[in-house]
T-cell receptor, first 112, second 114 residues
Framework: GENVEQHPSTLSVQEGDSAVIKCTYS??????FPWYKQELGKGPQLIID?????GEKKDQRIAVTLNKTAKHFSLHITETQPEDSAVYFC???????????FGAGTRLTVKP | DAGVIQSPRHEVTEMGQEVTLRCKPI?????LFWYRQTMMRGLELLIY????????DSGMPEDRFSAKMPNASFSTLKIQPSEPRDSAVYFC????????????FGPGTRLTVT
């Protein structure tokens, strides 16, 4: 089955700096790669996603890149703010999100 | 919309007791998912429904777990009998098949089995 690995497990940056989180997946049939943000005591919330027919997608300060050949994808957050502090999860799916396998999560701390 | 609603938010029970977790999906959504989150295993899909019909329950850990969706606005996840290793946060999520795959998660139920 699909195996998703996520790095780093913790990341601390200064406000205004950029943050990068990386994920690899094992199943070449996976074609949907979402990123979820989870704040303390809440459920995960989708922040951005990308499909296999696209190499990069950007939404304001957030961007995701996908390398299908290498089977890895990354989340980039620029101009980080303290409210970006949360746990971020990547996931991979081959059935329209109905079979998502999640990475272990990255705890991002943005220091003011 | 109020979003996905889960109840209770916290549940503490003794080993061997039956536990029922409840979920109300977003109105109009035709997919409903149950997930479990633990430190050891992360976020795992347990089962999902489409139009109230269970489609894939391969993630259900064992026969002690069962899930139902009697109508489009309600689903339950039952554990009988409960064990300490079932302690986790259980999330319900729903989505609308519209070409977008976004799942909307509820706030979760934190289950502690002593």
């Amino acid at each position: 089955g699909e195996n998703v690995e996520q790095h780093p497990s913790t990341l601390s940056v200064q406000e205004g700096d950029s943050a990068v989180i990386k994920c690899t997946y094992s199943d070449s049939a996976s074609n949907y790669f979402p990123w979820y943000k989870q704040e303390l005591g809440k459920g995960p919330q989708l922040i951005i996603d990308i499909r296999s027919n696209v190499g990069e997608k950007k939404d304001q300060r957030i961007a995701v890149t996908l390398n299908k050949t290498a089977k890895h994808f990354s989340l980039h957050i620029t101009e980080t703010q303290p409210e970006d502090s949360a746990v971020y999860f990547c996931a991979a799916s081959k059935r329209g999100g109905n079979d998502m396998r999640f990475g272990a999560g990255t705890r991002l701390t943005v220091k003011p | 919309d109020a979003g996905v609603i889960q109840s209770p938010r916290h549940e503490v029970t003794e080993m061997g007791q039956e536990v029922t977790l409840r979920c109300k999906p977003i109105s109009g959504h035709d997919y409903l998912f149950w997930y479990r989150q633990t430190m050891m295993r992360g976020l795992e899909l347990l089962i999902y429904f489409n139009n109230n019909v269970p489609i894939d329950d391969s993630g259900m850990p064992e026969d002690r777990f069962s899930a139902k969706m009697p109508n489009a606005s309600f689903s339950t996840l039952k554990i009988q009998p409960s064990e300490p290793r079932d302690s986790a946060v259980y999330f319900c999520a729903s989505s609308l098949w519209s070409g977008a795959y976004e799942q909307y998660f509820g706030p979760g139920t934190r289950l502690t089995v002593t």
